[in-house]
T-cell receptor, first 113, second 113 residues
Framework: GESVGLHLPTLSVQEGDNSIINCAYS??????FIWYKQESGKGPQFIID?????DKRQGQRVTVLLNKTVKHLSLQIAATQPGDSAVYFC????????????FGTGTRLQVTL | DAGVIQSPRHEVTEMGQEVTLRCKPI?????LFWYRQTMMRGLELLIY????????DSGMPEDRFSAKMPNASFSTLKIQPSEPRDSAVYFC???????????FGNGTRLTVT
């Protein structure tokens, strides 16, 4: 039979608008979270990270929010640009093994002009 | 900053052949990871090393897969014999260890016919 791949949710945003990408993580004991951006033909690129003792962290044009109560992570991109078009992954660590990351399935961000 | 370097970028081989993927981590990083990315399963951790020692190989699919890290600047992932279902993009990543982000190479796209 025909194989079915992962269905990537897609977010379409107009250039200049803000983007919000959401992620539900699985393990309530995870204490380190990272957002990655992956462009076609390239490896995942680190964007921003956050530890569980924080609920918000800001970078350049990006903000990560962490809600441990509902195990939810979000990435906000301000003034979205065409170069932001990519697949975005959240990742969580395995408790007790800070180095070992488990990745989500990803969200495709499409920036329209 | 050369980043993580992987070779080859593309590999096409016939079923039953041995395949060796290579990785040079970022200098000074003491943790190294091998991930596999497919449409069906997304990004999966295969194995990771700390200070050249394999720590967790629970993600290695089967005995046909093996990984080595003979020194701090080089690692290999070997598949012998290869099968069509091994076709995927294989990523190597390195980090400073602990709660620090992984830095990925641009991957090796493996096609087994």
């Amino acid at each position: 039979g025909e194989s079915v791949g992962l269905h990537l949710p897609t977010l379409s945003v107009q250039e200049g608008d803000n983007s919000i990408i959401n992620c539900a993580y699985s393990n309530s004991a995870s204490d380190y979270f990272i957002w990655y951006k992956q462009e076609s033909g390239k490896g995942p690129q680190f964007i921003i990270d956050i530890r569980s003792n924080m609920d918000k962290r800001q970078g350049q044009r990006v903000t990560v929010l962490l809600n441990k109560t509902v195990k939810h992570l979000s990435l906000q991109i301000a003034a979205t640009q065409p170069g932001d078009s990519a697949v975005y992954f959240c990742a969580e660590n395995s408790p007790g093994t800070a180095s070992k990351l488990t990745f989500g399935t990803g969200t495709r961000l499409q920036v329209t002009l | 900053d050369a980043g993580v370097i992987q070779s080859p970028r593309h590999e096409v081989t016939e079923m039953g052949q041995e395949v060796t993927l290579r990785c040079k981590p970022i200098s000074g990083h003491n943790s190294l990871f091998w991930y596999r990315q497919t449409m069906m399963r997304g990004l999966e951790l295969l194995i990771y090393f700390n200070n050249n020692v394999p720590i967790d190989d629970s993600g290695m699919p089967e005995d046909r897969f093996s990984a080595k890290m003979p020194n701090a600047s080089f690692s290999t992932l070997k598949i012998q014999p290869s099968e069509p279902r091994d076709s995927a993009v294989y990523f190597c990543a390195s980090s400073l260890g602990g709660e620090s982000p992984l830095h990925f190479g641009n991957g090796t796209r493996l096609t087994v016919t």
